[in-house]
């Protein structure tokens, strides 16, 4: 419910303009992306920009140590329709279905339009006049970023967007040429390689031993044993976690085994929730990594290999160099997004085994010889998707940030 000053701010659109930058947070695991860039700019330049779930005392300690840092925190309700930034960072759909923001009438019959849903609650009005809602991300900012959550993406899914809410947006912070060239091909707007910021202290502790050897006992893995990091993707088709579980068991034996869940499948409160999952992950069969703020780098740092399936986690392996093993699933091509994305064009480059072919995979774990052409195909692959970024990205980003905000 908009308050009377919120109201009046949207029908006139006078908002008060915040000459910093904002970060837009909907979920918990978004913070491992902007935490490092964050870390490097001026406290008394960015504000964070919490969804009103945060707004709970579940999530009280969250908001607490993020202040623990200096940073202004704000909750969304705080802002939407009072306070309209200059710079404003965000991931993904937020809400609205056009760019323009309407005149005067046009905002009173869609308020009106609104009413009529809410009290009539099966009304199909919006069908027969349908609002226009300007996008979130137009609300809430002048200048727009889209940060891109990973390099898992495709063509198909860039073209399902050409002309929808990517077209709110002024820039695209990319991580490299790959993502960069279809970007700038679609959306003819300007765009920044960035590399992967949230990685920056992998490289920088890479070559530590003290350091793998202080994670290796925090997670509780036997520094005699090499170290798996399995880390799924959430797909409502599948589960490699189902699939792979009892064959992955089979390797215990020999390495520690870390399952990484994705955050959005064993968390009851999300619509993909599956329970057979949180099962499995739970039994205490292999060694269980679930914290949803769980800063990836450690993990990286202390796995010698990285059995993942789809998304973002492939490319997160690739940016760091790891021994990569793809794990295929039978349903897959049932998922449009995934069977036409870069986690497809990735298995050119990278081992991938289905799920009669566990041999293979335990051929790729125990045998040196099978990497030789392996991690030279990596290595193109690599090239390809990220260039020459390694490390110190989220700096780059940093001061891209503040030239923009300067120049505003």
Sequence with gaps: MLSVRQLSNYLFGTYNTIHKIAFFINEEYIFDHYHNIMMKLPNDTFDIILANKFNSPLYQQVVDNLKDYGWNVRFLDEVMF??????????????????????IVSRIVSILLLSINKILLKSKINKIFPIKKQYMQKILGYYNIKFMYGADSGVEKYHEYKNDYNEAYDLFFCHGPRDSNITKELFHKPVFQMGYPRYDSYFKKEGDPSAKEFLLNKYSCNKNKKTILWICTVNIYFSTIETYSSAMETFLK?????????????????????????????SGIFILNDNAYQDMTELYLISDFVVCDYGGSIFSAMYMDKRIILLNHKNVYKDTVTSTSTSMEAREYLP???????????????????????????????????????GDSAIGVANYLSKIIAEK
């Design 352 to 390: 991938s085994i289905n799920e009669d072919e566990i041999d293979k995979l335990s051929r790729y774990l125990s045998d040196e010889e099978c990497w030789i052409e392996a991690d030279k195909k990596r290595d193109v692959a690599r090239t390809y998707f990220f260039g020459d970024s390694r």
């Design 82 to 103: 009072i306070d309209k930034y200059k710079c404003l960072l965000t991931h993904l759909y937020l809400g609205g279905n056009t760019c323009e923001e309407g005149s």
């Design 254 to 282: 020999d390495y520690n085994i870390i399952v990484r869940p994705h955050p959005l499948e064993i968390d009851p409160q999300y619509s993909r929730f599956n329970q057979k999952v949180l099962d499995i992950v739970s």
